[in-house]
């Protein structure tokens, strides 16, 4: 299983909305997660199952998808929304996490 | 509030052990909801999945890893470790733990929350 995200980099505006895509090589059945992470700290969760918001994560952060296609929306971009996201598939037999390869996030 | 910490060498030589320790505070490794796994982000590159453990003890890794890697637990002093053994420079990387969760229903979902800071190593003579 490959986990292809789009775009490598994406540049935005400050109160724009960025929306990050990953790709499954193949239909998974499991849900997604999504994780950013700042320069020099470790990643932080902000989403699970796809579409529920890790403990304190902000509601402009959205996530959505199925099958092969999953999206991670950002709906209004505050400064310090900018970083790397990744989102990563969970296989339960035998278990295995595949990440995607990253989407940096940066000032437009 | 659930910490993790890694700790271990920086430096190792080809074709040595690689081994860490990640001491888990604010929580209880025994916990029955949580599994203990290890990644791995070479520099300049995306996250790998190392490996995790369950609360019941079983060991579970990366294919492409499986024949180098050992995952263990000290229920005793609230850590787990890493072993990685006849490292190259392709080990070279911040390797992080982190607590797994793992929720199953219709179907079964796992993802990792919190992780550790993170700690460089470096494998060179």
């Known amino acids: 299983l490959v986990m292809t995200q789009s775009p490598a980099t994406l540049s935005v505006s400050p109160g724009e909305r960025a929306i990050v895509s990953c790709r499954a090589s193949?239909?998974?059945?499991?849900?997604l997660a999504w994780y950013q992470q700042k320069p020099g700290q470790a990643p932080r969760l902000l989403i699970y199952?796809?579409?529920t918001r890790a403990t304190g994560i902000p509601a402009r952060f959205s996530g959505s998808g199925s099958g092969t296609e999953f999206t991670l929306t950002i709906s209004s971009l505050q400064s310090e929304d900018f970083g790397l996201y990744y989102c990563?598939?969970?296989?339960?037999?035998?278990?295995?996490?595949?990440f995607g390869q990253g989407t940096k996030l940066e000032v437009k | 509030q659930l910490q993790l910490q890694e700790s271990g060498p920086g430096l190792v030589k080809p074709s040595e052990t690689l081994s860490l320790i990640c001491t888990v505070s604010?929580?209880?490794?025994?916990?029955?909801?949580?599994?203990w796994g290890w990644i791995r982000q070479p520099p300049g590159k995306g996250l790998e999945w190392i490996g995790s453990?369950?609360?019941?003890?079983?060991?579970y890794y990366n294919p492409s890893l499986k024949s180098r890697v050992t995952i263990s637990v000290d229920t005793s002093k609230n850590q787990f470790s890493l072993n990685l053994t006849s490292v190259t420079a392709a080990d070279t990387a911040v390797y992080s733990c982190?607590?797994?969760?793992?929720?199953?229903?219709?179907?079964?979902?796992?993802?990792?929350?919190?992780w550790g800071q993170g700690t460089l190593v470096i494998v060179s003579s």
């Open positions: 990563q598939q969970y296989n339960n037999w035998p278990p295995m996490y595949t």
């Open positions: 604010g929580g209880s490794i025994s916990s029955g909801s949580s599994y």
């Open positions: 193949h239909s998974v059945s499991s849900t």
């Open positions: 199952g796809t579409s």
């Open positions: 982190a607590r797994g969760r793992l929720e199953c229903s219709t179907i079964c979902e796992s993802w990792f929350d919190p």
């Open positions: 453990l369950s609360y019941s003890g079983n060991t």
